[in-house]
């Protein structure tokens, strides 16, 4: 790959990434807590072009106060699709999908007719119809743009500009190689304004709901199960079972199912973690034929101190696998209906008779509600990408630790920072701050340096994980992991609620036969998808 195309990519990355779509309402996506930018053109602002529209000249949707072009539905539809496939692509083709074929030939639901660009073309109206309708209500409500919301969006329009510069062509010639022929720069910074008016309406109203401990405990008691969780130990003895090709009749090879039985006997008698660990780890070391051993990347020469290594850790690595932790409730499955019956304690073991296998289960922790403490932390990303190799990368994340240490040092000079230097789409806005995070949401690295017991408020430090280099800062404990979960369900019951009532104070409508003329997907979108992809995995 050459320079410029790296470049073209980064720059429709970064493009890809001004468009967060989040939160549910309604059964849809909406705005992320930390999306980007966005307000728009009223109809008195918005240049109509030639067209076919029947709702006049090149207008594909309109509201009472805003009108959409042809070529911003086409930016929105061509995005929505490159975010879904690199989010989702690896699994839709087990459905059938092929992302080299024409979508109108592809059925979402072939019992009903939809094609897969039907889908996306309906997934681009309700997105552009919840923006409308929300851009609606703020400026009703006196919202409107401010300094800092229309400099986020200069930069990201000047960093269009200079990776275009870099890559030896134009802007405008990038963004329709991204998103197809007719899409503008101003199309695109149309959209950035719309859906950051949009996003402050949803912030104020979303952030400005109010709960009390009460509450918190009144919803929890009303939805236990939802909030209901078990930690335990299993391991399953499996035993042969063949089936007939010619009758489908099932056959058991009684000598394996005695033997599997056999080893579950033996194990249900532990009745501590370490006694189970112990047994399993003996049990494997004379069964090595039911762990996998990762390949050694030496040669084949390899000693057999190395192979013996190699089956160790491959041993600790099954007993590791285990402990199960945090299993939800339900009592639909044997094991299910065993774990969570309200007479189980501590140490409590158990066998379940499955078709092919015993299952052996240690309890460790009863049905419980997580009382974990998340925590809130702010980062910047810094990735080897943007400064070509991995020392250069490092290099930068600390200059800017320094460039903070030789500050103000507080929490808000960190968030400007983050807000300068981040290439995190997800918390650019935000000052890089993630709230209420729970242990094991993030990447390993990221994880242990923000639940590490002698973590204080205020620290600071690198941390290195698959996405490049982070500048954390710690801010502190937040709420325990159950009622942030019911903090987010009262959050979104209410909103969701409020959003139903816009919608029938604000209508939206679309020029259906106009926006078929959109092209979601061409051959030449393959650059755009990838980096769209490079933009999630940076979240």
Known sequence: MNNGNLRKKLLIAAIAATVAVCTTVSGCSVFN????????????????????????????AKSKSYQISLPVMQYLARYNYQRYLSQYGQYMQY?????????????????SGVTWYDYFLDMTKQYMEQTLIMAEAAKADGIELDEKDLASIKETMDSMSSSAKESGTTVSQLIVDSYGEGVTAEDIEECLKLTQLAQKYYDKIHNGYKYTEEDYEKYYNEHKESYTFADFMTYSFNYNVSTSSDTSETSVDEESKKEAKKFADELVKCKTQDEF????????????DRVTIQESSESSGETAESSEDALNKAIESAVDAAYTKKYGYEVTSDAGKWIFDSSRKQNDTYIVNGSDNYTVLLMMKPAYRDESINKNVRHILVTSSTYETDEKAKKKADEILEEYNSGEQTAEAFGKLAQKYTEDPGSKNTGGLYENVSEGQMVTEFNDWIFDESRKPGDTGIVKTSYGYHVMYFVGDSLPAWQTGIDTALRTEAFNDHYNKLKEKYTVEFDDEFLKTIEIYTPESSAAESAAESAEKSK
């Open 33 to 60: 807590d930390q999306s980007s930018d966005s307000s728009a053109k009223t109809s008195e602002e918005a240049s109509v072009s030639e067209g076919s529209s029947s709702l006049g000249g090149n207008i594909a």
């Open 277 to 288: 660990k112990d047994y399993l780890r003996d049990y494997l070391k004379t069964h090595p």
């Open 95 to 111: 459905y059938g999908f092929d992302s080299t074929v024409d979508l109108h030939s592809q059925y979402y639901n072939e019992e």
